[in-house]
């Protein structure tokens, strides 16, 4: 292109996909994009330097199997995976504050399936950067850093994407990766449903005196689950559900009181823990867009399903709809079709959805399951967490599902070249 | 209306046939219109045609335009759907239809996709009379419909240079393929108008191969193209040749325009 990259955009920039939002999910996609020969422009209203800082802030990311064969995919993996801790074994079990976890608990150990460790915990920071140095050096992508996208045209031949500086963009198609209130998506008038669960997602990395040997366990509990995950050294990020009420309190409170409320749930296993980083909240709720495409249009991660992050599927979800989406663009392309038209997007709408809807309905029953104190619920879900774990078959499943190796597996994440 | 008057004797072009045709043609790029079955079809079609272009020209679908310099006819091209793919493909297309109204059509989408395709109203015989020649004659869904179908795929074997390749595909004459394309296609889902096929022009494989080399071209492969009704889309076949099929068969000789190690396979 014959433009400057950093200085507003000029009429008449030609790309093929025209990606707006530059979290994890687009240039994820950019990259998988490039490996099958098709262009793309990256719209991101974060400055490059606020990607870039090297400074932990407490998020990290459990990323399934699936996910980090689509990072090895895209040639990432190798950067971050001296920063990514390896799951070995996840523990569930029901648990109430103060009296730790019940006897019936479920163990997923990664020797009970043949693909190696279910998942890493990866920091946010090291991801972020990794993917940013790579956009940067790819041929073939143009990421305009600080760039916000205010309007967009579809039509018969082609897509146009207005930025705020009032240069345009124009490609063969648009794919939203502007997260849950995707202005792409509402633009396009893609309405949403949804609901809200009156509960609040507390996050924060916390460093504690013993090893956690690579173990991540979730603990459910009434208010909510606890998720610890276990991060690089004696660290681990742990995601906390409370009460919206409860968790507006807690986030207030002063360090030493957040752990003071943090103990009794957490338990002393890992001896000691003080803060690391900085604490985050998460209102939960389901969000899922009525359709994933529109002409010339394609929504990608939260911008089509935002889901309860109570696995920690939310990335691999987003991750997977990247693989999927870059899979059919790139099989269209080798065809000779027209990237954005129905054909390649009704594909990728169809493969998507039926996935999204299962993982939605999924968590979303769990969750309620287990947020309850009835003690007959407490009674079935120890028992059913005992009979998952008798039952080999059913536990592999479970593995493989965490691993996010069940369902119709695109090509990235099956090891595959694109 | 619809006697295509311009052209001499078409003799692959029957009169009746032509007319239904013509009556459809705007619907072309309609995904959801008339041609719904054939944009169903589509992807799984350019998917067996791309690799086999590919993998007998020794080119990568990879590349930016993997055709490049290889002309290309695609006979009885309809609306476009797959002239376009393959001039964006980087091949240098001749789109024929003995219908003239798909010709205008074809034409207008062509531009607005910002595609050079060179639209003719033309029959196959014209072409061969004319001596014109291809890297690729794709033959697709068209001999079901000609009144003499040995003839015809006479013609198109003239049209293939030496070295070059035909892509034929057609349906097979089996009770399934009765059930599958008369009465599903045409008076269940009504995918198709009423008449738009004769079982009785249903060809076998066999029948289709022996065509073919009576021609003179040797056949290198043959796939079915299988409808999955409950994923609801069309996949590749080795060994479901029993409605929709495809065959690649080459002319000998060494191949003029394109690339060399072709008369090494066999």
Same mark, same amino acid.
Request: charged letters at 25%; aromatic letters at 6%; proline letters at 7%.
């Given at each position: 292109m014959d433009n400057p990259p950093d200085t507003g955009v000029s009429e008449?920039?030609?790309?093929d996909v025209i990606i707006v939002g530059g979290g994890l999910n687009g240039p994820a996609l950019a990259l998988a994009l490039a490996q099958g020969g098709l262009k793309s422009v990256i719209v991101d209203s974060l400055p490059a330097e606020r990607r870039a800082d090297p400074a932990f802030d407490g998020r990290a990311y459990a990323l399934s199997l699936a996910s980090r064969r689509l990072f090895a995919a895209i040639g990432i993996w190798p950067e971050v995976a001296p920063s990514a801790q390896p799951i070995l074994e996840i523990k569930v079990s029901d648990g109430r504050a103060g009296e730790g976890a019940a006897p019936f608990f479920v163990h997923f150990h990664h020797g009970e399936i043949e693909e190696g460790p279910m998942g890493h915990v990866l920091e946010d920071r090291f991801l972020r950067r990794a993917l940013l140095a790579a956009i940067d050096s790819a041929p073939g992508i143009t990421h305009l850093a600080g760039m916000r996208a205010v309007g967009q045209e579809t039509g018969g031949d082609g897509a146009t994407v207005t930025l705020d500086d009032g240069g345009k963009i124009r490609g063969r198609l648009v794919v939203a990766c502007d997260g849950r209130q995707s202005a792409t998506a509402a633009r396009a008038g893609i309405r949403r449903t949804g609901w809200r669960y009156g509960q609040t997602a507390l996050v924060a990395a916390i460093r504690h005196e013993?090893?956690?040997?690579g173990i991540a366990h979730q603990f459910f509990m009434p208010p909510g689950p606890l998720a610890i995950l276990p991060l690089p050294g004696n660290r681990s990020s742990i995601v906390w559900t409370e009460t919206e009420a409860e968790a507006a309190r807690v986030h207030a409170l002063p360090p030493e009181a957040y752990l003071d409320h943090l103990r009794p749930r957490f338990g002393d296993f890992l001896g000691d823990i003080a803060l690391e980083g900085g604490r985050f909240t998460y209102p939960l709720g389901l969000s899922l867009a009525e359709r994933f495409v529109a002409p010339r249009l394609a929504l990608v991660g939260d911008a089509a399903h935002g889901i309860h992050p109570i696995a920690g599927q939310g990335l691999n979800l987003g991750l997977r709809d990247v693989a999927a989406l870059a899979e059919c663009l790139v099989d269209a392309r080798r065809r000779g079709e027209d990237i954005g038209t129905t054909g390649p997007l009704r594909e990728y709408e169809r493969w998507r959805r039926f996935d999204t809807a299962l993982m939605a309905a999924g968590t979303d029953v769990v969750n309620r399951l287990f947020s309850n104190d009835n003690p007959l619920l407490r009674l079935g879900r120890d028992l059913g967490l005992g009979v998952v774990n008798a039952l080999p078959g059913l536990k592999r499943r479970f593995i493989r599902e965490a691993a996010g190796l069940t369902g119709e597996l695109p090509r990235l994440m099956k090891g595959l070249p694109i | 209306m619809a006697q295509p008057e311009t052209v001499d004797h078409p003799r692959s072009a029957d009169p009746k046939e032509l007319a239904k045709f013509e009556a459809m043609? &705007?619907?072309?790029?309609?995904?959801?219109?008339?041609f719904k079955p054939l944009h169903m079809l589509n992807p799984c079609r350019l998917d067996y045609i791309t690799r086999q272009i590919a993998a007998e020209f020794g080119r990568s679908r990879d590349d930016a335009l993997p055709f490049a310099g290889l002309r290309l006819l695609d006979i009885?091209?309809?609306?476009g759907l797959l002239s376009e793919p393959m001039a964006r493909l980087g091949a240098e297309v001749v789109g024929a239809d003995a &219908?003239?109204?798909?010709i205008p059509v074809a034409a207008l989408h062509a531009r607005q996709s910002g595609l050079e395709i060179d639209y003719r109203h033309t029959t196959a015989e014209a072409l061969a009379e004319a001596g014109e020649q291809f890297d690729v004659v794709l033959n697709m869904e068209v001999v079901e419909h000609v009144p003499d179908p040995a003839e015809f795929l006479a013609t198109c074997a003239r049209l293939v240079r030496p070295g070059g390749i035909m892509i034929c595909s057609t349906i097979n004459r089996t009770p399934r393929s009765f059930a599958a394309a008369?009465?599903? &296609?045409?008076?269940?889902?009504?995918?198709?108008?009423?008449?738009?096929?004769?079982?009785?022009?249903f060809i076998t494989p066999d029948e289709l191969r022996t065509m073919i080399e009576v021609a003179g071209l040797r056949f290198l492969d043959r796939k079915g193209f299988v409808f999955n009704p409950l994923s609801w889309r069309w996949s590749i076949s080795d060994r479901d040749l029993g409605v929709n099929y495809v065959t690649t068969s080459r002319r000998p000789g060494a191949a003029a325009g394109a690339t060399a190690p072709l008369s090494a396979r066999g």
């Amino acid at each position: 292109m014959d433009n400057p990259p950093d200085t507003g955009v000029s009429e008449g920039m030609e790309t093929d996909v025209i990606i707006v939002g530059g979290g994890l999910n687009g240039p994820a996609l950019a990259l998988a994009l490039a490996q099958g020969g098709l262009k793309s422009v990256i719209v991101d209203s974060l400055p490059a330097e606020r990607r870039a800082d090297p400074a932990f802030d407490g998020r990290a990311y459990a990323l399934s199997l699936a996910s980090r064969r689509l990072f090895a995919a895209i040639g990432i993996w190798p950067e971050v995976a001296p920063s990514a801790q390896p799951i070995l074994e996840i523990k569930v079990s029901d648990g109430r504050a103060g009296e730790g976890a019940a006897p019936f608990f479920v163990h997923f150990h990664h020797g009970e399936i043949e693909e190696g460790p279910m998942g890493h915990v990866l920091e946010d920071r090291f991801l972020r950067r990794a993917l940013l140095a790579a956009i940067d050096s790819a041929p073939g992508i143009t990421h305009l850093a600080g760039m916000r996208a205010v309007g967009q045209e579809t039509g018969g031949d082609g897509a146009t994407v207005t930025l705020d500086d009032g240069g345009k963009i124009r490609g063969r198609l648009v794919v939203a990766c502007d997260g849950r209130q995707s202005a792409t998506a509402a633009r396009a008038g893609i309405r949403r449903t949804g609901w809200r669960y009156g509960q609040t997602a507390l996050v924060a990395a916390i460093r504690h005196e013993r090893p956690h040997g690579g173990i991540a366990h979730q603990f459910f509990m009434p208010p909510g689950p606890l998720a610890i995950l276990p991060l690089p050294g004696n660290r681990s990020s742990i995601v906390w559900t409370e009460t919206e009420a409860e968790a507006a309190r807690v986030h207030a409170l002063p360090p030493e009181a957040y752990l003071d409320h943090l103990r009794p749930r957490f338990g002393d296993f890992l001896g000691d823990i003080a803060l690391e980083g900085g604490r985050f909240t998460y209102p939960l709720g389901l969000s899922l867009a009525e359709r994933f495409v529109a002409p010339r249009l394609a929504l990608v991660g939260d911008a089509a399903h935002g889901i309860h992050p109570i696995a920690g599927q939310g990335l691999n979800l987003g991750l997977r709809d990247v693989a999927a989406l870059a899979e059919c663009l790139v099989d269209a392309r080798r065809r000779g079709e027209d990237i954005g038209t129905t054909g390649p997007l009704r594909e990728y709408e169809r493969w998507r959805r039926f996935d999204t809807a299962l993982m939605a309905a999924g968590t979303d029953v769990v969750n309620r399951l287990f947020s309850n104190d009835n003690p007959l619920l407490r009674l079935g879900r120890d028992l059913g967490l005992g009979v998952v774990n008798a039952l080999p078959g059913l536990k592999r499943r479970f593995i493989r599902e965490a691993a996010g190796l069940t369902g119709e597996l695109p090509r990235l994440m099956k090891g595959l070249p694109i | 209306m619809a006697q295509p008057e311009t052209v001499d004797h078409p003799r692959s072009a029957d009169p009746k046939e032509l007319a239904k045709f013509e009556a459809m043609a &705007a619907e072309w790029w309609d995904p959801e219109g008339k041609f719904k079955p054939l944009h169903m079809l589509n992807p799984c079609r350019l998917d067996y045609i791309t690799r086999q272009i590919a993998a007998e020209f020794g080119r990568s679908r990879d590349d930016a335009l993997p055709f490049a310099g290889l002309r290309l006819l695609d006979i009885g091209c309809g609306g476009g759907l797959l002239s376009e793919p393959m001039a964006r493909l980087g091949a240098e297309v001749v789109g024929a239809d003995a &219908a003239e109204g798909n010709i205008p059509v074809a034409a207008l989408h062509a531009r607005q996709s910002g595609l050079e395709i060179d639209y003719r109203h033309t029959t196959a015989e014209a072409l061969a009379e004319a001596g014109e020649q291809f890297d690729v004659v794709l033959n697709m869904e068209v001999v079901e419909h000609v009144p003499d179908p040995a003839e015809f795929l006479a013609t198109c074997a003239r049209l293939v240079r030496p070295g070059g390749i035909m892509i034929c595909s057609t349906i097979n004459r089996t009770p399934r393929s009765f059930a599958a394309a008369i009465v599903g &296609a045409e008076w269940v889902m009504r995918w198709l108008p009423k008449g738009t096929h004769d079982w009785r022009k249903f060809i076998t494989p066999d029948e289709l191969r022996t065509m073919i080399e009576v021609a003179g071209l040797r056949f290198l492969d043959r796939k079915g193209f299988v409808f999955n009704p409950l994923s609801w889309r069309w996949s590749i076949s080795d060994r479901d040749l029993g409605v929709n099929y495809v065959t690649t068969s080459r002319r000998p000789g060494a191949a003029a325009g394109a690339t060399a190690p072709l008369s090494a396979r066999g």
